[in-house]
T-cell receptor, first 112, second 112 residues
Framework: EDQVTQSPEALRLQEGESSSLNCSYT??????LFWYRQDPGKGPEFLFTLYSAGEEKEKERLKATLTKKESFLHITAPKPEDSATYLC?????????????FGKGTKLSVKP | DAGVTQSPTHLIKTRGQQVTLRCSPKSGHDTVSWYQQALGQGPQFIFQYYEEEERQRGNFPDRFSGHQFPNYSSELNVNALLLGDSALYLC???????????FGPGTRLTVT
């Protein structure tokens, strides 16, 4: 079964039109939830780490929030350069370093 | 501060051949993880190396093997290549005790 589910699969926005991306997860003992941005043919670029429910982090037009079951990536007044695939990943609480379990991503397109 | 580097950028191989991909971690990082990303999918964890040993492994066959050197750089080897091995191979590094993984640009492997 899917452990990390992202929705929507694709999102098309007009420049300045705010929206949210969702990441729901089912893991036993969340160690951390990570958001990455990935441009076509490139490696994922780290954005945020969230560790506990209620935590929020911001970076420019992006704000990430975390609950016990899901995380949201809010995009305020997006610009065309925000177009990319946004990946969510979780790390379980067991083990030492721990692998990341990724969702399939949300492909965001922002039109001018 | 140099980030994670990977070589080569692109590679074309024939079914049945063997391939070696290389990764140098971000400065100050001692743990390297490898991921496989098929088109339109999120990255899938292959294995993780720390102190020159494989510490954790994902659901990949023994055809996938790796190595970590004393300078923390790493190699991913894939034997008996299949068409389905065509993907973007990503290397990520992390510094203990941080769990934030930073990715390299990836190696695009095409198997014909």
């Amino acid at each position: 079964e899917d452990q990390v589910t992202q929705s929507p699969e694709a999102l098309r926005l007009q420049e300045g039109e705010s929206s949210s991306l969702n990441c729901s997860y089912t893991v036993s003992g969340l160690r951390g939830l990570f958001w990455y941005r990935q441009d076509p043919g490139k490696g994922p670029e780290f954005l945020f780490t969230l560790y506990s429910a209620g935590e929020e982090k911001e970076k420019e037009r992006l704000k990430a929030t975390l609950t016990k079951k899901e995380s949201f990536l809010h995009i305020t007044a997006p610009k065309p350069e925000d177009s990319a695939t946004y990946l969510c990943a979780v790390q379980e609480g067991r083990g030492s370093q721990g692998n990341l379990i990724f969702g399939k991503g949300t492909k965001l397109s922002v039109k001018p | 501060d140099a980030g994670v580097t990977q070589s080569p950028t692109h590679l074309i191989k024939t079914r049945g051949q063997q391939v070696t991909l290389r990764c140098s971690p971000k400065s100050g990082h001692d743990t390297v993880s490898w991921y496989q990303q098929a088109l339109g999918q999120g990255p899938q964890f292959i294995f993780q190396y720390y102190e020159e040993e494989e510490r954790q492994r994902g659901n990949f066959p023994d055809r996938f093997s790796g190595h970590q050197f004393p300078n923390y750089s790493s190699e991913l080897n894939v034997n008996a290549l299949l068409l389905g091995d065509s993907a973007l191979y990503l290397c990520a590094s992390t510094a203990r005790p941080s769990y934030e993984q930073y990715f390299g640009p990836g190696t695009r492997l095409t198997v014909t």
